[in-house]
């Protein structure tokens, strides 16, 4: 679908606040609340985006991940959808570049990690996969990547972070009906979970739908002694939505998210001519397969 500047806006203030009311968001752009309110289910019936709620993984002692290359010999889609059904696989992509297919996995631990690779690489047409372990989460727009304190969640907190999990709006009535507490009882307990980092409620964005975006990942190779002035100016960029120190084939993971392949081009010169940068690889996402952080099957 094609988006027009409001409709850019509305998404990058549901980026930063899923739960954001019509009338805040009725103010930020100058419409009525009622235009927005349509707007906005526009854009979620037309799958552009969704909004949902991520739980920080270590909640759930989720400690352990990976980023994959994959290179194929056969259909990648239907290997991709291979990948993607395997669980704890919260995303898996088709790529224009040296691989054929990225995925992101995880574990509560490296045996376990370990694992899932092993059985990502036994795919039919897999022929290589190349490991990167995340190390530190320097940014990232869906999911607060300090570690927060230990937590301790009850039923009904479980239950919250279910229902946001689906739908990062759902009703403090609904979720009352769910739970038997009152929707004000409810409202604080979602408030106290987004405020200790439990969990975050953004928009997620298809960037195929969207139009005016485009999606590409990176990875670079640091100059020893320039590590945090380098990854200090790649957080601080906009265009990086996200970004990881790795261990592995390049020091650094990122993903850029652009309006026009003009702006990326500029990116990547923006990158290339940073004092610590010493090799730049990117990749095109073409056809995201899955992108999903619910929870994972832990057992």
């Known amino acids: 679908m094609n988006m027009d500047e409001i409709d850019t806006r509305l998404y ?21 609340r009622i235009a927005v309110r349509a707007r906005v289910s526009r854009l979620i019936q037309s799958g552009a985006l969704r909004i949902i709620g991520v739980v920080h993984p270590s909640t759930y002692e989720i400690r352990n991940f990976a980023h994959l290359a994959i290179g194929v010999d056969g259909p990648v889609s239907i290997v991709g959808r ?17 691989f054929a297919l990225i995925a992101e996995v995880r574990a509560t631990n490296m045996a376990a990690l370990r694992a899932l690779i092993r059985a990502v690489a036994a795919i039919e047409h897999v022929v290589n996969v190349e490991t990167a372990i995340y190390t ?13 304190p230990p937590t301790k ?3 009904v907190d479980r239950q919250i972070l279910d229902a946001l999990e689906l739908d990062g709006r759902v009703s403090y009535a609904e979720i009352a009906r769910l739970t038997h507490f009152s929707p004000s009882a409810i409202r ?36 020893g002694g320039t590590e945090s ?23 650094a993971i990122g993903t850029l998210m652009v309006r026009s392949l003009p702006d990326l081009v500029l990116t990547f010169d923006h990158i290339r001519s940073l004092r610590g940068v010493t090799e730049l690889e990117s990749w095109m996402h073409l056809d995201v397969i899955k992108e999903s952080y619910h929870t994972p099957n832990l057992s």
Do not use: W
């Open 82 to 98: 291979a990948i993607a059904n395997l669980d704890n696989v919260p995303l898996v992509s088709v790529v224009a570049g040296r």
């Open 153 to 155: 969640l009850d039923v």
């Open 188 to 223: 604080k307990r979602v408030n106290l979970l987004v405020e200790r980092g439990v969990v975050r409620i953004s928009a997620v964005a298809s960037p195929g739908l969207m139009g005016l975006q485009h999606m590409c990942g990176f990875s670079v190779r640091l100059r």
């Open 12 to 32: 990058e203030e549901l980026q930063r606040d899923g739960r954001i009311s019509m009338e805040d968001l009725a103010a930020v752009v100058g419409l009525s």
């Open 229 to 251: 002035e380098t990854i200090a100016a790649l957080e601080a960029m906009d265009a990086v939505s996200y970004l990881s120190l790795v261990l592995g084939r390049c020091d």
């Open 136 to 148: 530190e989460r320097i940014k990232d727009l869906y999911a607060p990547p300090a570690r927060i």
